[in-house]
């Protein structure tokens, strides 16, 4: 039995993971931690109450000794870092929720640090792992050819805009060179990603739809998807424990790490009008955390 302890409740991820952990049979969250950022004083002891997690520890440091591994929930991005940070020394399996961090300093701490301990990393958006996305994959070889891929998502540019991203990087993984904003309409903004073997991706973040939906040409016909998310969180935390039970992610930290490089690169094109490399990005661009948080907070309370 795997004993997990979570971290940070600012948003409805835990009390919406927690039931699909509750299903599985090899793991159980024993214990969690809050900074209270957003929930008010006294929530976490509530919260592990109503959920049957016997133990709410004062500090992250304290929870490290006591759990075989961890999810980091905070809506603050910028402190998903630190708050992993512990665990990534103590040698504790770490699941870091969407977006994994918001700048090029944060992204490359982490990857050293993974690097020096050897511990197992992995997170993201949980449409990486949608039924439907993996059902196209799966098919990826009957498509023949891929010619061009539109995909759309709704909601904010980062905080919810990386589930797109991270949408057609579960069909296609890791490999784009660079973006470009290519139009936008009211909140839409339309952009396109280049992979390094020339397939266009073209991607609307703040779409005027509803669900996400993707769709790939290929030589073989038109294959598409609408995504229902489901069991999207399940199917995450099923890959996380999974990958603890084996010590093997089931992608790279790097590839899981790209969807980041691609946000901060549409962010660029479309401020500047220009196609913006990856390679290019500096340290100074950035999606600021905190001022996500606050904001965050003020809806929540």
């Known amino acids: 039995m795997i004993k997990l302890g ?4 600012c948003t409805s991820h835990p009390g919406s993971w927690i039931p699909a952990i509750k299903e599985m049979d090899d793991v159980e969250v024993v214990a969690l931690h809050d900074d209270g950022g957003v929930r008010p004083e006294g929530y976490a002891a509530k919260f592990a109450e109503e959920q ?8 992250i440091d304290e929870m490290v000794g006591m759990v075989d591994a961890a999810i980091v929930h905070s809506a603050n991005w910028d402190l998903h870092l630190p708050h992993a940070k512990p665990f990534i020394e103590g040698g504790v399996p770490v699941l870091v929720d969407k977006p994994m961090v918001g700048n090029l300093q944060d992204l490359h701490e982490l990857e050293r640090l993974q690097a020096k301990h050897g511990t197992l990393v992995m997170g993201g958006s949980s449409v990486r792992y949608a039924a439907e996305v993996q059902e196209l994959r ?7 050819e891929i010619g061009v891929c539109w995909c759309q998502g709704r909601n904010d540019f980062f905080n919810y805009g990386i589930h797109t991203v991270e ?9 784009v060179l660079a973006v ?15 992979y390094a073997d020339g397939v266009p991706v073209f991607f609307a973040l703040g ?15 038109v294959f598409e998807r609408v995504l229902t998310a489901k069991d999207n969180y399940a199917r995450l935390i099923r890959a996380f ?26 962010n660029v094109s479309r401020r500047e009008g220009t196609v913006c490399y990856l390679s290019d990005l500096t340290n100074d661009e950035r999606f600021d955390g905190y001022a996500f948080a606050e904001e965050y907070a003020k809806l929540r309370q």
């Open 241 to 266: 424990v999974d990958a603890v039970h084996s010590g093997e992610p089931p992608i790279s930290l790097a590839d899981n790490l790209e969807a980041v490089q691609i946000s901060l690169a549409a």
């Open 138 to 144: 799966a098919l990826r070889e009957e498509m023949g």
């Open 52 to 59: 049957g997690i016997g133990t709410v520890t004062d500090t």
């Open 167 to 175: 949408m057609f990087q579960g069909f296609f993984g890791a490999g």
């Open 6 to 9: 979570m971290v940070d409740l």
């Open 207 to 221: 779409a005027i739809s509803s669900p996400w939906f993707i769709s790939i040409g290929a030589k073989n016909g």
């Open 180 to 194: 470009e904003h290519v139009g936008d309409r009211g909140t839409m903004d339309v952009f396109r990603a280049d």
